[in-house]
């Protein structure tokens, strides 16, 4: 089971579809790297992309009449953050700014990414199947029959790659709702897994 965090309250089906699209068209302006991205090199077709993290409503106590949403966006391939104002009714984008974070929500596009990225790697599978023979439970090829939440990870440590890279913190969960004690950490940037426990 897929658990993700992103909601796209008040705002119709349309309305969304209308602001991803327009989100998608929309350019990116050229911008600063953060100090610690600087030594992070581009990829310029990195697999995710651009991708929309989340769809809000933009909530204003005046001139509510006006439909307008906030789009959040990563680009994979400069490493950028940023955040669209737009203009249902006129389906136009009023403004654009950066965000000087990569820790922004999750979408279930980079989840499944993440979740693919630790069913392929077989030391890590080797290890969840061994907490589960443990537990008396059948054994598995792939991430299936548990629960899986991710959230994006932000470490403390401000030398860990994550600091400047978008991360995900796995946290998975058998049928008996036990949690493993085993987290993958999967480095989206670098389409690398490790886990919590390694700290790298």
Avoid at 105 to 129: D, F, G, H, R, V
Avoid at 172 to 200: I, W
């Amino acid at each position: 089971m897929l658990v993700c965090t992103t909601a796209y309250a008040s705002l119709s089906h349309g309305e969304l579809e209308d602001a991803s699209r327009i989100a998608q068209s929309q350019s990116w302006q050229q911008q600063r790297s953060l100090p610690q991205q600087r030594n992070a090199l581009p990829q310029k077709n990195h697999p995710l992309q651009i991708q929309t993290l989340s769809i809000e409503l933009d909530e204003r106590k005046k001139d509510k009449a006006t439909r307008r949403a906030r789009v959040y966006q990563f680009n994979y391939n400069t490493q950028h953050s940023r955040v669209l104002l737009i203009d249902l009714e006129r389906q136009t984008v009023l403004t654009e700014q950066a965000i000087a974070s990569v820790h922004l929500p999750l979408n279930e596009q980079e989840i499944a990414t993440a979740k693919s990225l630790i069913e392929k790697n077989t030391t890590l599978m080797q290890q969840l199947n061994a907490a589960l023979e443990k537990r008396g439970l059948p054994q598995m090829n792939d991430l299936s029959l548990l629960d899986v939440k991710a959230s994006v990870f932000e470490p403390a440590n401000q030398s860990h790659p994550c600091t400047s890279q978008r991360c995900a913190l796995i946290s998975l969960f058998d049928q008996t709702r036990t949690v493993f004690a085993l987290e993958p950490v999967v480095n989206l940037q670098q389409l690398s897994v490790n886990t919590l426990q390694n700290g790298q």
